[in-house]
């Protein structure tokens, strides 16, 4: 069946709906995101209690997601601030790969 995963061992059978819905995409977006700016934290060398100020330029497939980040995941990584903004100026500004079809820039400041 389209959309479904279907596996089974002697008389159980096990099926799954693997169809990715709008909200879970987003999710998965948001969840690859973070883990991308957790990346960029460790490579720039900061302590797990440094508080950062993002700013993400706004990109069409990941501005839902982005606006989960801001609410629910930026307290998680220390964001005391996260803006999505329309241009990027910051000479700091590096790329983020969200995933193989989606990148942004975001520039990652600590904050003393």
Same mark, same amino acid.
């Given at each position: 069946?389209?959309?479904?995963?279907?596996?089974n061992?002697?008389?159980?059978? !096990?099926?799954?709906?693997?169809? /990715? *819905?709008?909200?879970?995409?987003? %999710?998965?977006?948001?969840?690859?995101?973070?883990?991308? =700016?957790?990346?960029?934290?460790?490579?720039?060398?900061?302590? !797990?209690?440094?508080?950062?100020? /993002? *700013?993400v330029?706004?990109?069409? %497939?990941?501005?839902?997601?982005?606006?989960?980040?801001? =609410?629910?995941?930026?307290?998680?990584?220390?964001?005391?601030?996260?803006?999505?903004?329309?241009?990027?100026?910051?000479?700091?500004?590096?790329?983020?790969?969200?995933?193989?079809?989606?990148?942004?820039?975001?520039?990652?400041?600590?904050?003393?």
């Amino acid at each position: 069946m389209p959309g479904w995963k279907v596996a089974n061992n002697g008389s159980i059978t !096990v099926a799954l709906d693997v169809t /990715l *819905s709008t909200q879970l995409r987003e %999710e998965g977006l948001a969840r690859e995101f973070v883990n991308r =700016i957790q990346n960029l934290r460790k490579d720039k060398g900061f302590e !797990v209690t440094d508080k950062i100020a /993002l *700013s993400v330029l706004t990109h069409a %497939e990941i501005k839902n997601s982005l606006i989960t980040i801001k =609410i629910i995941f930026a307290p998680k990584f220390l964001a005391t601030s996260l803006e999505i903004v329309d241009s990027m100026q910051s000479p700091e500004a590096v790329t983020v790969v969200v995933d193989d079809n989606i990148s942004t820039w975001s520039p990652l400041i600590k904050l003393k």
